[in-house]
């Protein structure tokens, strides 16, 4: 997948971006329940982005499965996504 031309578009859009901004990107995705191949390069892209910084992102990825049930905010303290209830 991070050989593909889209993953790649998306990956170099997203190391340009704040912190802040990729969480939004993030929250954005909650309650979209809608699929495609496009939108899993978008996804794994932006994980992807999260971990190259560092950030911890144990609270939305299990390593396989992304979970978008909650929105996130970022922990600077701790550089890691924590959910929001």
Same mark, same amino acid.
């Not at 971006?17 to 899993?40: C, D, K, P, Y």
């Given at each position: =997948?991070?050989?593909? *031309?889209? +993953?790649?578009?998306?990956? !170099?859009? /997203?190391?340009? =971006?704040? *912190? #802040?901004?990729?969480?939004?990107? /993030? ?5 979209? $329940?809608?699929? #495609?191949? =496009?939108?899993? +390069?978008?996804?794994?892209? !932006? *994980? ?8 911890? #992102?144990?609270?939305? +990825? ?5 979970? /978008?049930? $909650?929105?996130? #905010? +970022? ?5 890691? !996504?924590? !959910?929001?209830?």
């Amino acid at each position: =997948m991070r050989q593909h *031309i889209y +993953y790649i578009k998306f990956a !170099l859009q /997203f190391a340009d =971006m704040q *912190i #802040t901004e990729l969480v939004n990107i /993030f929250n954005h995705q909650i309650g979209n $329940h809608g699929w #495609t191949s =496009m939108r899993a +390069y978008h996804d794994q892209a !932006l *994980i992807d982005e999260f971990q190259r910084r560092g950030i911890n #992102t144990a609270c939305i +990825y299990d390593g396989h499965v992304i979970c /978008f049930a $909650h929105p996130v #905010t +970022y922990d600077i303290a701790n550089n890691k !996504l924590i !959910l929001v209830n």
